[in-house]
């Protein structure tokens, strides 16, 4: 029996099969794996954060990875403004968003 393929999507479906052999995550939007990202969510210059998502799109990144669990930060708060951000930027919303939270309110 072929077991069943998981799929995602943006606004472009992702299929991964067992013969998939590599799904690249971008992880450079996750403030606690990238001072840059962390800084540049703290002082609000979201546009320069979306370019961060962005490159990694235009790099190959097939999932995105969102994490905003930080201790200064109103994480939830910033967490919808950044997916609504996203959402917005269809280059970066064609490819599936895995939010990345210890925090679910």
Do not use: C
Not at 39 to 58: F, G, H, M, S
Not at 65 to 89: K, P
Request: charged fraction near 25%.
């Amino acid at each position: 029996m072929k077991p069943n393929p998981l799929r995602l999507s943006g606004l472009e479906p992702l299929v991964i099969t067992p013969e998939s052999n590599f799904v690249n995550v971008g992880e450079r939007t996750n403030v606690t794996g990238s001072r840059r990202f962390l800084n540049l969510i703290k002082n609000k210059e979201y546009e320069t954060a979306l370019e961060v998502a962005l490159d990694q799109v235009r790099g190959g990144a097939q999932i995105l990875d969102v994490n905003l669990d930080e201790g200064m930060l109103d994480s939830a708060a910033e967490m919808t403004n950044f997916l609504n951000l996203i959402a917005s930027e269809p280059e970066i919303a064609r490819i599936p968003i895995m939010i990345d939270s210890s925090k679910w309110e």
